[in-house]
Nanobody
Framework: QVQLVESGGGLVQAGGSLRLSCAAS????????MGWFRQAPGKEREFVAA????????YYADSVKGRFTISRDNAKNTVYLQMNSLKPEDTAVYYC???????????????????WGQGTQVTVSS
């Protein structure tokens, strides 16, 4: 069982930066591939970024490529999402998700993640 708690959200002006953190409990964190998703009001949840358990591979949505960076610190059981050059359209609730180790994983599909955090609000003002 993995429990995820996001933090770091807030209100920022366009062009600013935020770093989201996702603290995980459970012994399997280092073997879990991780992802960040977001959901804006009235819209479906969408993929933002993902990182394989080995940290070899990273994946980004086209809308955030070059601005966002996903990383992890297995010693701290934490995954991060560094968000730079934020835009008003980045406003959403951001969710951290973990894949069950050993199970199939499609980075961009929310259905391949078993564990989810409660979300953290990011608001970018223009």
């Amino acid at each position: 069982q993995v429990q995820l708690v996001e933090s770091g959200g807030g209100l920022v002006q366009a062009g600013g930066s935020l770093r989201l953190s996702c603290a995980a409990s459970g012994r399997t964190f280092s073997s879990s591939s991780m992802g960040w998703f977001r959901q804006a009001p009235g819209k479906e949840r969408e993929f933002v970024a993902a990182l394989s358990w080995s940290t070899t591979n990273t994946y980004y949505a086209d809308s955030v490529k070059g601005r966002f960076t996903i990383s992890r610190d297995n010693a701290k059981n934490t995954v991060y999402l560094q968000m730079n050059s934020l835009k008003p359209e980045d406003t959403a609730v951001y969710y951290c998700a973990a894949n069950r180790p050993g199970s199939n994983w499609s980075p961009q599909s929310p259905y391949t993640y078993e564990y989810w955090g409660q979300g953290t609000q990011v608001t970018v003002s223009s």
